[in-house]
């Protein structure tokens, strides 16, 4: 069992920063895939980044590619998404997800989710 607490978002100017955090309980936290979704006001949920359980792979939407990093301290059981360059279209709530195996980028794949955390962006 995981679980997972998401916490960093908030209110920030268009251009700005933030950096997210996924914290997990659980001794197997490191055999997992952590991915980022978020979903955004009458949209359906989508994908923004993941990566490995080592981190050795990491994995980004196109929308966000250069803009946003993903990067995960096992030892620390945090998997971290620094937004830098933030636009209004990536207001939405930040969801964190854990997966044991399957296709990053797919949420039915991940098998626990934490509760999200609100970004919002203006302009």
């Known amino acids: 069992q995981v679980q997972l607490v998401e916490s960093g978002g908030g209110l920030v100017q268009a251009g700005g920063s933030l950096r997210l955090s996924c914290v997990a309980s659980?001794?197997?936290?490191?055999?997992?895939?952590v991915g980022w979704f978020r979903q955004a006001p009458g949209k359906e949920r989508e994908f923004v980044a993941a990566i490995s359980w080592s981190g050795g792979n990491t994995y980004y939407d196109d929308s966000v590619k250069g803009r946003f990093t993903i990067s995960r301290d096992n030892a620390e059981n945090t998997v971290y998404l620094q937004m830098n360059s933030l636009k209004p279209e990536d207001t939405a709530v930040y969801y964190c997800?854990?997966?044991?195996?399957?296709?990053?980028?797919?949420?039915?794949?991940?098998?626990?989710w934490g509760q999200g955390t609100q970004v919002t962006v203006s302009s």
């Open positions: 997800a854990a997966a044991l195996s399957g296709k990053p980028r797919r949420d039915y794949e991940y098998d626990y």
């Open positions: 659980g001794r197997t936290f490191s055999t997992y895939a």
